[in-house]
């Protein structure tokens, strides 16, 4: 198993700040896998927002961040170390970790990534997980017409998921002053 000292993940200590810092790694307990990250995916919006402190006092923005601040939500790596039942070492799987050099996980809360995907495209998986769930909440049918809002990653993916579920006719708009 990989050394708690050789673990390293990015922190934000403050607005427009960024270093890589060492951190321990939590004891492998029954039930969970130690997974090296192969790759993760560094948000354009959120985390953008919060590194370049983009919102206004008071918002629910000044609430949730607060820094040091640890940012990441998706990541792609192989099992290194297993406690499990289904997860082997060698395993290749998505994560919803930080941006961390390593991360330990209940074995359920890693999904395997087929043979024929590679990391770099499997490593999209939470953003289509949450374009998915806002085409399951619009409840898209045959023939109908969907506005998107916003071309960025997630409302290619929102486009995608509405042609995929039938709409007839898909209208996506977006304006580049909004990504800035």
């Given at each position: ?69 640890y940012p990441g939500y998706s990541a792609v790596g192989t099992v290194v170390a297993s406690r499990g039942q289904t997860r082997k070492e060698g395993d290749r799987v998505t994560v919803r ?84």
């Amino acid at each position: 198993m990989s050394s708690p000292h050789s673990a390293r993940r990015l922190v934000f200590p403050a607005k427009q700040q960024v270093h890589a810092a060492p951190f321990s790694l939590q004891e492998l307990q029954d039930g969970e896998v130690l997974v090296r990250t192969e790759f993760s995916l560094m948000s354009t919006g959120t985390e953008n927002i919060v590194f370049n402190r983009l919102f206004d006092p008071g918002t629910h923005w000044d609430t949730w961040v607060q820094y040091p601040f640890y940012p990441g939500y998706s990541a792609v790596g192989t099992v290194v170390a297993s406690r499990g039942q289904t997860r082997k070492e060698g395993d290749r799987v998505t994560v919803r970790f930080k941006h961390q050099s390593h991360g330990v996980c209940a074995e359920a809360d890693c999904r395997l990534i087929p043979d024929a995907v590679p990391f770099e495209q499997a490593l999209w998986f939470a953003l289509a997980k949450i374009a998915f769930h806002g085409a399951l909440g619009a409840d898209h049918r045959l023939g109908d017409s969907v506005l998107v809002i916003g071309a960025g990653p997630i409302g290619q993916m929102a486009l995608r998921w509405a042609a995929a579920a039938g709409a007839g006719s898909i209208v996506v708009v977006d304006s580049a002053a909004e990504r800035m």
